[in-house]
């Protein structure tokens, strides 16, 4: 079983199986489910991509607050709420923050799993695995993105060599996931240009970072990486994450943002050069005449 494959059934006990079976049981048919969460899906995206402008007009307390009331509405304000909490923990390092996060993406992990289709541990069926739906994607999508701050709250919340290994597998089980979603990015399987776009944005951003990151590490580790099943391509990162960056998708402004701090520091210490500083005001410009409230320091940071 590949580690991709964990997020179905792998991670879960035979306790675990037998309670989802039984509730499984007990659910509407699948097609009527999936047929009530997409509408919630599309309303859910464009009330999240309203929330995330308050965090770039740094109203970041106002985006946490409406998060945390909405957490239980659907998948994606569970992973902005997530999302935003991290953030926080990462400016303040506070236990008590960081003790939040993790409560916050269990249960945005167990919103994406309870949209799963039951699948037994041993299957009796000769047929093939059936094709995901598209709010399938979806859950998988935000699962793969809140597995990967809890790798990176991992390393926030200890530094120890058993924390590292933890957060080592996370992120292999994370950049796999990427890589599948990667091979089921396919527009004729969603059922708006809506959502698909949000979900292509997520897609791009989450292989982009991965490869600009793997690419820029030593080559020694990238030879031992590349053993474990990880890969990198910097010019490959990079237009996945512009392609994201320029979408109108929920992840936009974040891999703005990635692309940002590659240009304009992370190059430079890579040993890279200077970025493209001349892409990099482009994008400022971009997101300050979509969004003229958007804070100019905040970009500017960078």
Same mark, same amino acid.
Request: charged fraction near 25%; proline fraction near 3%; aromatic fraction near 10%.
């Given at each position: 079983?590949?580690?991709?494959?964990?997020?179905?059934?792998?991670?879960?006990? =035979?306790?675990?199986?037998?309670?989802?079976?039984?509730?499984?049981?007990?659910?509407?048919? =699948?097609?009527?489910?999936?047929?009530?969460?997409?509408?919630?899906?599309?309303?859910?995206?464009?009330?999240?991509?309203?929330?995330?402008?308050?965090?770039?007009?740094?109203?970041?307390?106002?985006?946490?607050?409406?998060?945390?009331?909405?957490? *239980?509405?659907?998948?994606?304000?569970?992973?902005?709420?997530?999302?935003?909490?991290?953030?926080?923990?990462? !400016?303040?390092?506070?236990?008590? %923050?960081?003790?939040?996060?993790?409560?916050?993406?269990?249960?945005?992990?167990?919103?994406?799993?309870?949209?799963?289709?039951?699948?037994?541990?041993?299957?009796?069926?000769?047929?093939?695995?059936?094709?995901?739906?598209?709010?399938?994607?979806?859950?998988?999508?935000?699962?793969?993105?809140?597995?990967?701050?809890?790798?990176?709250?991992?390393?926030?919340?200890?530094?120890?060599?058993?924390?590292?290994?933890?957060?080592?597998?996370?992120?292999?089980?994370?950049? %796999?996931?990427?890589?599948?979603?990667?091979? *089921?990015? %396919?527009?004729?399987?969603?059922?708006?240009?809506?959502?698909?776009?949000?979900? %292509?944005?997520?897609?791009?951003?989450?292989?982009?970072?991965?490869?600009?990151?793997?690419?820029?590490?030593?080559?020694?580790?990238?030879?031992?990486?590349?053993?474990?099943?990880?890969?990198?391509?910097?010019?490959?990162?990079?237009?996945?994450?512009?392609?994201?960056?320029?979408?109108?998708?929920?992840?936009?402004?974040?891999?703005?943002?990635?692309?940002?701090?590659?240009?304009?520091?992370?190059?430079?210490?890579?040993?890279?050069?200077?970025?493209?500083?001349?892409?990099?005001? !482009?994008?400022?410009?971009?997101?300050?005449?979509?969004?003229?409230?958007?804070?100019?320091?905040?970009?500017?940071?960078?």
């Amino acid at each position: 079983m590949s580690v991709s494959e964990v997020f179905e059934d792998a991670l879960e006990s =035979l306790d675990d199986d037998d309670n989802h079976q039984k509730s499984h049981l007990n659910k509407a048919p =699948l097609s009527k489910v999936h047929e009530e969460s997409t509408i919630d899906l599309l309303q859910s995206l464009v009330e999240c991509q309203k929330i995330t402008q308050l965090i770039f007009e740094n109203r970041l307390n106002d985006a946490l607050r409406k998060t945390k009331e909405q957490e *239980n509405r659907s998948l994606y304000h569970s992973l902005l709420h997530s999302s935003i909490s991290f953030m926080q923990a990462g !400016m303040t390092f506070n236990q008590d %923050d960081i003790e939040a996060t993790i409560q916050a993406l269990r249960h945005t992990t167990n919103m994406s799993k309870k949209y799963e289709p039951y699948r037994p541990w041993i299957t009796f069926s000769l047929t093939s695995k059936p094709v995901m739906t598209e709010y399938e994607l979806h859950a998988k999508l935000v699962y793969a993105e809140a597995l990967l701050i809890r790798a990176l709250l991992t390393f926030i919340q200890d530094q120890g060599l058993i924390s590292f290994i933890s957060g080592a597998l996370k992120i292999k089980e994370c950049h %796999d996931l990427f890589a599948k979603l990667a091979k *089921n990015n %396919d527009p004729s399987r969603f059922k708006s240009d809506l959502s698909y776009e949000h979900f %292509d944005s997520g897609v791009r951003m989450g292989n982009g970072a991965f490869n600009l990151m793997i690419a820029n590490l030593p080559q020694r580790i990238i030879r031992c990486l590349e053993f474990a099943g990880f890969s990198g391509d910097r010019d490959f990162g990079l237009n996945e994450l512009e392609k994201s960056a320029m979408s109108k998708g929920l992840r936009a402004p974040l891999s703005a943002l990635l692309l940002l701090g590659y240009h304009t520091y992370a190059a430079h210490i890579f040993g890279n050069g200077d970025g493209d500083l001349e892409k990099a005001n !482009m994008l400022v410009e971009h997101y300050l005449k979509a969004n003229p409230n958007v804070s100019r320091y905040f970009f500017l940071s960078y």
